[in-house]
């Protein structure tokens, strides 16, 4: 990002608070899927890849729809296709846009080491900027999703950025614009998931009793919603964390660990230098010397070439 | 022979022990600044001495890797004199009389008192648990070979070892500074026959086939 940003809420490896006197007044931003009306067209994989100028590289059909087979440093977002033969023996397409979720609580910016490489704006994005980024891959780590992948071109991080640089303006993310069946809305958090509710409202009176909005309390909510036909069962699409919330080890190793794990190196260093001042150094002094002669020159004639001394043996106590 | 060279003539480090210990402790060094970079912002900038955020990413494991290598040649010799026996364990229990400097009330010492076998031994397991842990977390390399379950427990054990190895080489560090003579034992070769005496003696009779003590009743 070339230009500053006052709508900072959160930067990576930084410890005091970001620019923050402006606020998002009008609420946060978010991304509506319905998994219901997707017909997997991948026209959102198409404009993610014309607004971004990204061209990932031609693969390999694997038997199945998704194409790419993955999420890569160049294709952002995806769609998953899962053929389910529900408990009635229908088969169900399932069909699930798969990106970053910008979490209200991301686990990537988390466990990123590098200052600035994460930004969490106060519209709700959660972005990369690359030119911080040191390709550690801790972001993978920290993420509850699987989202953040490393490019094997620069060796940096990339994600959806959920067109940042569009939403700034005033525009609509890229794949918002080329949804064709109107799967894919977006708006304020609010407005969204007033709007998921009327969807679920609808799903219901249609036989889908479980319908529902993705939108999972563990990680804080998500920017990125989805209705789903079957939202109590959220790994059907997929393999959807049912329950997404940042690892504990993660918590561990990029909370309470490190100012402790600082503290107590601080603490043994410092120990150190009092043990020196209080009770000082184990020194060597005259009557040391003049017992190591004594015991070296009680010692044995045949040593007398390896013995520091080459006075003769006496029989001193 | 001037009393000087008379002093400081028992042998306690060959060139090639000094060497050896040098090379590790010059592994330790960088890994330690390149992975506390990694580890805390507040240590971010240290990532400045090896040429930026990248590039202590990149070279961080390969320090990691030539600090674990140089140690094997060392492992390997001074493990036999890193046993742990009973004597030692009695002087861990006195260990208020080891802080105080009261050396004389301590059982004898052979080459490494029961502190510095500790020492090694944490520090021959720290540097296999950063070994197996950092291949895990090694992203350009080997992490695609591994769960997101055992990358995150991976970066955890990497992290708890890499801080007990810093902690044990700080008191390393000032066990040589409070020790007098033992700097100068790593970084010349050589003792004084008192140094020895006072604070490994039985390693002193061994070496010099000394008499032991009247205090016994020999």
């Not at chain 1, 260093?269 to 015991?295: M, T």
């Not at chain 2, 861990?92 to 009261?102: G, K, M």
């Not at chain 2, 695609?144 to 890499?162: E, M, N, T, W």
Request: glycine share 8%; with cysteine; charged share 20%.
């Amino acid at each position: 990002m070339a230009l500053q940003s006052l709508d900072i809420v959160r930067r990576s490896a930084t410890t005091t608070a970001p620019p923050g006197v402006r606020e998002a007044y009008t609420g946060t931003v978010a991304k509506l899927i319905d998994t219901t009306k997707c017909i997997g067209c991948k026209a959102c994989q198409v404009a993610c890849m014309e607004w971004n100028d990204l061209r990932d590289e031609i693969g390999s059909n694997a038997g199945v729809y998704d194409n790419p087979g993955d999420l890569s440093g160049e294709s952002w977002t995806l769609m998953r296709f899962t053929e389910y033969e529900n408990p009635k023996g229908d088969l169900e397409w399932l069909i699930r846009k798969d990106g970053c979720m910008h979490c209200a609580d991301p686990g990537c910016l988390k466990a990123c080491p590098a200052p600035g490489a994460i930004v969490q704006y106060s519209n709700g994005i959660v972005d990369f900027h690359e030119e911080n980024c040191i390709g550690c891959g801790y972001c993978i780590t920290g993420c509850p999703f699987n989202i953040p992948r490393i490019s094997k071109r620069d060796h940096k991080a990339y994600k959806c950025t959920l067109c940042s640089d569009r939403v700034a303006v005033g525009l609509e993310p890229a794949c918002i614009k080329a949804c064709p069946t109107g799967a894919l809305v977006f708006g304020t958090k609010e407005d969204m998931q007033q709007h998921a509710a009327e969807r679920v409202e609808d799903l219901k009176s249609r036989g889908f009793d479980q319908a529902g909005l993705y939108d999972p309390p563990g990680v804080g909510g998500t920017h990125v919603m989805y209705v789903l036909h079957h939202a109590d069962q959220p790994q059907l699409y997929a393999g959807l964390a049912p329950d997404p919330h940042i690892s504990s080890l993660v918590g561990l190793w990029k909370g309470a660990g490190k100012p402790i794990a600082l503290a107590a190196m601080a603490f043994t260093a410092l120990a150190g230098f009092f043990h020196f001042v209080r009770i000082g150094r184990n020194e060597i002094d005259e009557p040391d010397e003049a017992a190591a002669r004594q015991a070296l020159d009680a010692a044995p004639q045949r040593n007398a070439a390896q013995r520091p001394g080459t006075q003769p043996p006496d029989k001193r106590p | 022979m001037s009393d000087n060279e008379r002093r400081a003539t028992v042998e306690r480090y060959s060139s090639g022990e000094r060497t050896n210990h040098w090379l590790i402790a010059l592994g330790f060094v960088l890994a330690a600044l390149s992975g506390l970079a990694l580890f805390h912002p507040a240590l971010f900038w240290l990532s400045n001495l090896f040429g930026g955020g990248p590039w202590t990413r990149i070279l961080h494991p390969f320090i990691g890797l030539f600090m674990l290598i140089v140690f094997l040649p060392l492992a390997a010799s001074v493990w036999g004199d890193n046993r742990m026996q009973a004597a030692d364990w009695q002087w861990l229990r006195q260990l208020q009389d080891v802080v105080h400097n009261r050396e004389e009330r301590l059982p004898e010492v052979g080459r490494y008192n029961a502190g510095q076998k500790l020492l090694f031994f944490a520090i021959a397991a720290c540097l296999l648990g950063l070994l197996l842990s950092g291949l895990v977390i090694w992203r350009a390399y080997f992490s695609l070979y591994f769960s997101i379950g055992v990358i995150r427990l991976a970066s955890v054990v990497h992290a708890v070892c890499a801080f007990v190895l810093i902690c044990a080489i700080l008191l390393h560090i000032y066990a040589a500074i409070w020790v007098k003579g033992s700097l100068h034992a790593m970084l010349r070769g050589t003792v004084t026959p008192g140094w020895a005496w006072k604070h490994h003696r039985a390693w002193f009779r061994q070496i010099t086939h000394a008499a032991h003590p009247r205090t016994r009743s020999d």
